[in-house]
C-alpha cells in the first residue's frame, strides 16, 4: 500500500514543478533570464535554493544511516557540511558575483588569457558535476529498488525517470525553474526532518535527558549473534586508528576547500541582483543547513534507539535508517511522505548539476574556446546549453544503468569534492587574491589538481582491494590489489598538490603585466561592485 | 579576443577609471578592513573545526568523559562548531555593512568626477 501512496506524492511534485517549468519557459527569453534567472532571485530565495541545490540524499539518508549505525562518528560526517559555507561567504561569494557573468570560469579568464584556462575550467566543470550526477542517479535507482520493493517500478525505470525529468527542468524552464525546483524541495526536506525531530523527541517524553541516556545505551546483534550495548556518544565506532583520524581530516579538507569550488553552487551567486545579495543568501543557507544538519542527530540517534540496527539491517540498511524511523514512529502514510521526499531531494540536485555543466559546455567552452567569445547569431549560447544539457543527462543515465543498483558510487561524490577541492579552489581564490597569478599558474593549477584527485582515488581503497571470493560483481574492487594510497578521501594530499601546480606554474611561467594590470582592475570590482553584471528586466 | 581588447579600445577612459579607484585612500581602507576581518576569521574556523576530527582521532578518552548527564565532550565540541560558524556568519554580515558605506561612498566620487558606471557594464567578459 505504502508505495501507491509514495508514488502519488511524488507525482503531486513532479505536476507542480513541471508547472513552474512552463511558466519558467515562457520567461526565459534571453541569455541572463536562462543562464542566471535575470539575476532577479531575492537573498531568501537563493539561500533556501543554495541549501536546496546542496543537500543531497548522501545528507538526508546517508548521514542518518551512519549516526545510526556509528553513533557520534556519523554525526561527526554532519559538521564539516555546515563550516565549509564560511569559505564560501569569507572568500569566495562576493567577488565572484562581481567579476562574472555565468560560470567560475569568468573570473579566471578576466585576468588570464582566455582560451586555454575556459578549456580546463570547463574540464573540471564537467568531471566535477557528471560524477556527482551519476552518483546521485545510482543513489535514486537504488533508493527505488528498496522504497517500492514490490512494485514494478525497476532500477532502469527510476533512473530514467529522474534523468528525463532534470533535463525538462532544465531544458524548458533553464535556471529560473531549477531555482524553484530547489526551494520546493528544501522546504519539503526540513519540513520532514523537522516533523521526524519533533516525533522522536515525542517518543522521549521531550526530555533530552531521556534520549541522550538511550543514546548511551544502544543494544544490538552482531552478524554472528552476539547481544552488543554501546554508548553510542562515543567516538571511534566508525573511525578507528590507523588511518581513521586521518580519514575523518582528510574529508574535512575536501568539504572546507571544496564546497567553495563546486560549480553548482557557485552559479547560484549569479541568480541574485548583486555582492550583496548574494553575501545575506549564503547566510540564509547557512541557517537552513545548519539547522538541517543539527536534526540529522534527532534522525540518526532515533533510528539507532527506536528502530534499532538489527531491524534496519534487516530491512534494506544503512540508508533506509530515516524512512523506517518515518514507518515506525507514525506508520505507513508518513513513511510514503518521507520516501517522497527523498525522491524530491535527488531531483532538485541533479537539476542544479545539470544546468551548471551545461552553462559551462555553452559558455565557456563553445562560445569563448571555440569562437572566440562572440555568439554567432542570437541564442545560440542557450541552443548549445540545451543541447547539452540533454546530452549530459542521457549520458548520466547511460552510465548509471550501466554501472546497476550495486555499484560503490560513495567515491564519485568523494571524486567530485576533492575535484572542485584541489583543481576548482586555488584557481579561484589565486585569481582574487594574487597580483603575481599567470594563466600558466591557473592552467598547471587545475591540471594537477584534477589529476592528482583522479590518480590518488584510482591507486586508494575505493578500487583497490582484495576481495573475499564470495564477494561477486559490482561489489568487487575493480583492481584486486592493496591499495597504495591508504585514504578514500584524497584531500589532505590532494589539495596541496592543487595549490602546488598553481604556484610552481606562476613562478615557472613569465610575469605577465597584462594579468597584473587586469588584476587592479579585478580589485576594484570585486571589492566595490564597480561594472558588474547588473539584474535584467523580463 | 574581446576580452583582452577592452582595454586597448579606449586606453584614457578604462583606464583611468580603475586606476583612480585604485589611487583613492578609501579604497585602500576597504581593502585593509575586510583583511582586518577576514583573515583572522578564517585562520580561527579552519583551526576551530580542524580541532574537532583532531581530539576525536587521538584523545578519544579525553573526548568521551562526559559532562552534561549522558553528554559528553565530544558531543558538544561537535555541536557547537553550528555556533561558530553562524556566530562568524553574522559578525561578517555587520562588519560587512562598513564594507558597503566603503564601496557606495567610492561609486559616488566616481560618478561625480564623471565616470558613468552603466557604460561599461559589459566590459571584459
Not at chain 1, 527510476?158 to 525529468?165: E, R
Not at chain 1, 589565486?430 to 592552467?443: C, E, H, P, Q
Amino acid at each position: 500500500m505504502h508505495f501507491d501512496m509514495t508514488l502519488i506524492l511524488f507525482l503531486g511534485f513532479i505536476a507542480i514543478t513541471l508547472g513552474i517549468t512552463a511558466w519558467a519557459s515562457r520567461r526565459s527569453g534571453s541569455s541572463a533570464s536562462f543562464f542566471a534567472a535575470n539575476r532577479q532571485i531575492t537573498a531568501w530565495q537563493n539561500g533556501v535554493a543554495v541549501a536546496g541545490d546542496y543537500m543531497s540524499a548522501a545528507s538526508f539518508l546517508g548521514i542518518a544511516g551512519l549516526i545510526a549505525f556509528f553513533g557520534y562518528d556519523g554525526f561527526l560526517y554532519s559538521v564539516g557540511w555546515l563550516v565549509a559555507y564560511l569559505t564560501v561567504l569569507l572568500i569566495v561569494a562576493e567577488p565572484l558575483r562581481n567579476a562574472g557573468k555565468y560560470t567560475m570560469a569568468d573570473v579566471l579568464a578576466y585576468r588570464m588569457n582566455p582560451r586555454p584556462v575556459r578549456a580546463m575550467a570547463s574540464l573540471s566543470t564537467l568531471t566535477v558535476s557528471t560524477f556527482y550526477m551519476i552518483a546521485q542517479m545510482i543513489g535514486a535507482g537504488s533508493l527505488v529498488a528498496l522504497l517500492l520493493k514490490g512494485s514494478h517500478i525497476s532500477f532502469t525505470v527510476a533512473v530514467s525517470g529522474v534523468g528525463v525529468l532534470m533535463i525538462v527542468y532544465v531544458v524548458f524552464g533553464g535556471m529560473l525553474a531549477t531555482t524553484w525546483v530547489q526551494i520546493i524541495k528544501a522546504v519539503l526536506l526540513i519540513a520532514g526532518t523537522i516533523l521526524l525531530s519533533v516525533l522522536v523527541l515525542a517518543h522521549f517524553h521531550f526530555s533530552f535527558v531521556e534520549f541522550f541516556q538511550a543514546i548511551s545505551q544502544v543494544t544490538y546483534h552482531t552478524p554472528d549473534g552476539k547481544v552488543v550495548v554501546k554508548d553510542f556518544m562515543t567516538p571511534g565506532l566508525r573511525f578507528k586508528l590507523p588511518y581513521g583520524p586521518l580519514e575523518l581530516i582528510s574529508l574535512g579538507v575536501a568539504l572546507i576547500f571544496g564546497t567553495a569550488g563546486l560549480p553548482h553552487i557557485l552559479v547560484r551567486f549569479y541568480t541574485v541582483p548583486d555582492a550583496k545579495t548574494a553575501r545575506y543568501s549564503v547566510v540564509w543557507a547557512m541557517v537552513i543547513i545548519g539547522s538541517f544538519y543539527i536534526m540529522t542527530t534527532f534522525l540518526g540517534f532515533g533510528a539507532a534507539t527506536i528502530v534499532g540496527r538489527d531491524f534496519i539491517s534487516k530491512n534494506g540498511g544503512t540508508n533506509m535508517s530515516a524512512p523506517l524511523l518515518a514507518k515506525v514512529i507514525a506508520g505507513d502514510v508518513f513513511f510514503a511522505f518521507i520516501s517522497a521526499i527523498a525522491f524530491a531531494t535527488i531531483l532538485a540536485v541533479v537539476a542544479g548539476l545539470t544546468i551548471s555543466a551545461s552553462t559551462s559546455f555553452a559558455h565557456d567552452f563553445w562560445t569563448n574556446v571555440i569562437h572566440s567569445g562572440v555568439e554567432r547569431k542570437p541564442g545560440e549560447e542557450r541552443l548549445v546549453a540545451r543541447i547539452a544539457a540533454f546530452a549530459v543527462g542521457a549520458i548520466s543515465i547511460t552510465i548509471a544503468i550501466i554501472l546497476g543498483p550495486t555499484a560503490n558510487v560513495a567515491f564519485l561524490v568523494a571524486l567530485a569534492f576533492a575535484v572542485a577541492a584541489s583543481a576548482n579552489l586555488p584557481v579561484i581564490v589565486f585569481s582574487i587574491y594574487w597580483k603575481r597569478f599567470n594563466t600558466s599558474g591557473a592552467v598547471c593549477g587545475l591540471l594537477f589538481g584534477l589529476i592528482g584527485s583522479i590518480v590518488l582515488i584510482l591507486i586508494g581503497p575505493s578500487i583497490m582491494g582484495i576481495d573475499a571470493a564470495t564477494v561477486v560483481g559490482a561489489a568487487r574492487h575493480p583492481i584486486q590489489h592493496v591499495p597504495i594510497f591508504p585514504l578514500e578521501n584524497p584531500g589532505i594530499l590532494s589539495v596541496p598538490i592543487g595549490f602546488a601546480g598553481a604556484i610552481l606554474g606562476t613562478l615557472l611561467g613569465k610575469k605577465d603585466p597584462h594579468a597584473i594590470q587586469r588584476f587592479e582592475e579585478l580589485e576594484v570590482r570585486a571589492n566595490t561592485g564597480l561594472g558588474s553584471e547588473k539584474a535584467t528586466a523580463h | 579576443m574581446a576580452t583582452l581588447k577592452t582595454t586597448d579600445d579606449n586606453p584614457n577612459l578604462e583606464k583611468t577609471k580603475w586606476d583612480r579607484v585604485q589611487e583613492m585612500d578609501e579604497f585602500r581602507l576597504l581593502i585593509l578592513a575586510k583583511k582586518e576581518f577576514v583573515v583572522p576569521a578564517t585562520v580561527f574556523f579552519v583551526v576551530y573545526y580542524f580541532a574537532l576530527p583532531v581530539l576525536v582521532g587521538y584523545a578519544p578518552a579525553f573526548m568521551s568523559r562526559k559532562v552534561l548527564g549522558p553528554v559528553n565532550i565530544a558531543y558538544l565540541f561537535a555541536l557547537s562548531q553550528f555556533f561558530m560558524a553562524w556566530g562568524i556568519a553574522f559578525a561578517y554580515v555587520s562588519a560587512a555593512k562598513r564594507f558597503d558605506k566603503f564601496g557606495a561612498h567610492i561609486l559616488e566620487t566616481l560618478k561625480r568626477e564623471g565616470y558613468d558606471d552603466k557604460q561599461d557594464g559589459k566590459r571584459g567578459l
